[in-house]
């Protein structure tokens, strides 16, 4: 048996059939280079109580010795997150369904509806989720810009994930890369006016703060790990909860 399980945003969130399915699994798998949690893997082996064998990207691409130990054993796969939000991981449920292995998938509190939730933000009304990777070398693509811009358009609100490799990137490194892509684009699709959130969701502490970019750009949001939400059309009740729960302006109500 192979079982994908979600362990939350930090571990200490994850559900209890999560908790009971990883600790039932004879061994136990883990993959955070898609996404982090914001603790330690030995906190959440201390969670857990029980040793995680960490993957690589290659071991995950190239997985056969986990499907073979999958067709003796009840492996667990542990994710931050929630497990199928990554195409990879739906591609290795897939071909352990096609060697005859029984798969089950325990979910996870994903940041695509906490960080919604937690401004106050209707999650039907957002567009496609945007990853924002830092540039390097002559590598500049402009793709993130393009999705806001496709996102705004049609008034929706845009999920912006931080890149993680590496040290992971900050809300504010966050907000100075989409100020260089107007520069290069100048489609005024990104403003020092444009509202936009932060929120930082960690075991200690939850940060949900918005306002306009050119004061947010130097605000302190903690430690990582940070997401960026740009705003759509707001609906009334969002535009209050941005105020009363975000501390954004109040004349984003007129």
Same mark, same amino acid.
């Given at each position: 048996?192979?079982?994908?399980?979600?362990?939350?945003?930090?571990?200490?969130?994850?559900?209890?059939?999560?908790?009971?399915?990883?600790?039932?699994?004879?061994?136990?798998?883990?993959?955070?280079?898609?996404?982090?949690?914001?603790?330690?893997?030995?906190?959440?082996?201390?969670?857990?109580?029980?040793?995680?064998?960490?993957?690589e990207r290659?071991?995950?691409?190239?997985?056969?010795?986990?499907?073979?130990?999958?067709?003796?054993?009840?492996?667990?796969?542990?994710?931050?997150?929630?497990?199928?939000?990554?195409?990879?991981?739906?591609?290795?449920?897939?071909?352990?369904?096609?060697?005859?292995?029984?798969t089950k998938?325990?979910?996870?509190?994903?940041?695509?509806?906490? &960080?919604?939730?937690?401004?106050?933000?209707?999650?039907?009304?957002?567009?496609?989720?945007?990853?924002?990777?830092?540039?390097?070398?002559?590598?500049?693509?402009?793709?993130?810009?393009?999705?806001?811009?496709?996102?705004?358009? &049609?008034?929706?609100?845009?999920?912006?994930?931080?890149?993680?490799?590496?040290?992971?990137?900050?809300?504010?490194?966050?907000?100075?890369?989409?100020?260089?892509?107007?520069?290069?684009?100048?489609?005024?699709?990104?403003?020092?006016?444009?509202?936009?959130?932060?929120?930082?969701?960690?075991?200690?502490?939850?940060?949900?703060?918005?306002?306009?970019?050119?004061?947010?750009?130097?605000?302190?949001?903690?430690?990582?790990?940070?997401?960026?939400?740009?705003?759509?059309?707001?609906?009334?009740?969002?535009?209050?909860?941005?105020?009363?729960?975000?501390?954004?302006?109040?004349?984003?109500?007129?």
């Open positions: 048996m192979l079982s994908f399980i979600g362990a939350g945003l930090y571990g200490y969130d994850m559900s209890i059939e999560a908790l009971q399915e990883a600790r039932k699994c004879e061994k136990l798998y883990g993959e955070f280079y898609t996404s982090k949690l914001s603790i330690s893997v030995e906190e959440l082996e201390k969670v857990i109580g029980k040793k995680i064998i960490v993957l290659e071991d995950i691409e190239q997985s056969q010795k986990l499907i073979e130990e999958a067709k003796k054993l009840h492996i667990g796969f542990i994710t931050a997150g929630d497990p199928m939000a990554a195409t990879t991981h739906v591609e290795l449920r897939l071909r352990a369904i096609e060697e005859g292995i029984e998938v325990i979910h996870g509190i994903s940041i695509v509806t906490a &960080a919604s939730s937690l401004l106050g933000l209707q999650i039907y009304k957002f567009g496609r989720v945007i990853s924002l990777p830092r540039p390097y070398g002559s590598y500049f693509p402009l793709s993130p810009y393009d999705g806001i811009k496709e996102n705004i358009a &049609a008034g929706l609100h845009t999920l912006v994930l931080l890149d993680i490799e590496g040290k992971p990137m900050t809300a504010n490194e966050a907000m100075e890369l989409l100020l260089k892509m107007e520069e290069k684009r100048k489609e005024g699709i990104i403003k020092e006016s444009t509202l936009i959130a932060v929120v930082s969701i960690s075991h200690e502490k939850k940060i949900a703060k918005a306002g306009y970019l050119k004061e947010m750009i130097d605000e302190e949001f903690g430690s990582p790990l940070h997401s960026l939400i740009i705003p759509g059309k707001l609906h009334f009740m969002e535009a209050k909860a941005l105020v009363k729960i975000a501390d954004a302006p109040e004349e984003i109500l007129k």
